[in-house]
């Protein structure tokens, strides 16, 4: 139980293009929903928390206008990198948890997406 | 912010040894939760905890919840190659809805 599956898992852009990532809980409702950025050998940073139908909540130094979050519904979110340029190239991985979960909450993650921006 | 401090940051350990890491903080949690990341994917859960004091065991791994809820630690035995990885610890307040604060991890290298 609780698999997040994240799609597409590798994707390559220009300079200037938008990239859209999903993130779905596939066998429970995740009531909230987590975008993680990694650097090679360091450690996850957070950028985003997201609810279900509200608007995201941002990490200080996370531009909300560059990185778009939406969680439509309890079993999906999207991360849209827009206007990408190569300093975005990263590991991007979601996590989905539930308020329903016992005991829980924890944060299940996906395998991540790797972006490289050329 | 509540930060962690994670240790040792890397080990190089002989197949069949056990291991040891921990993680500390200066504040307390209410959930600590150990997960392990092998190159190129995304973390997975392996223990969590969620009293202070609680000692759970999967398969060779072993972690405790200590008593002050500040700190926690994690036990490998007998290691295998394939436990390779980086481990992370990830503290969690109840009123926090999931949201984790992270160590900065452990690798772990495992010779044959």
């Known amino acids: 139980g609780a698999v997040v599956s994240q799609h597409p898992s590798w994707v390559i852009c220009k300079s200037g293009t938008s990239v859209k990532i999903e993130c779905r809980s596939l066998d429970f409702q995740a009531t909230t929903m987590f975008w993680y950025r990694q650097f090679p050998k360091q450690s996850l940073m957070l950028m985003a928390t997201?609810?279900?139908?509200?608007?995201?909540?941002?990490e200080q130094g996370v531009e909300k206008d560059k990185f778009l979050i939406n969680h439509a519904s309890l079993t999906l979110s999207t991360l849209t990198v827009t206007s990408a340029h190569p300093e975005d190239s990263s590991f991007y991985i979601c996590s989905a948890s539930s308020s329903l979960l016992s005991p829980g909450p924890e944060q299940y993650f996906g395998p991540g997406t790797r972006l490289t921006v050329t | 912010g509540q930060q962690l401090n994670q240790s040792p940051q890397s080990m190089f350990i002989q197949e069949g040894e056990d291991v040891s890491m921990n993680c500390t903080s200066s504040?307390?949690?209410?959930?600590w939760l150990w997960y392990k990341q092998d190159p190129g994917e995304g973390p997975v859960l392996l223990i969590a905890?969620?009293?202070?004091?609680e000692l759970t065991s999967n398969g060779r791994l072993t972690a405790q919840f200590g008593i002050t809820r500040k700190d926690s630690f994690l036990n490998i035995s007998a290691s295998i190659p394939s436990d390779v990885g980086i481990y992370f610890c990830?503290?969690?307040?109840?009123?926090?809805?999931?949201?984790?604060?992270f160590g900065d991890g452990t690798t772990l290298t495992v010779k044959p």
């Open positions: 504040s307390i949690f209410n959930t």
């Open positions: 905890l969620y009293k202070a004091g």
């Open positions: 997201s609810n279900e139908g509200s608007k995201a909540t941002y």
């Open positions: 990830a503290g969690q307040l109840s009123t926090n809805a999931g949201k984790s604060t």
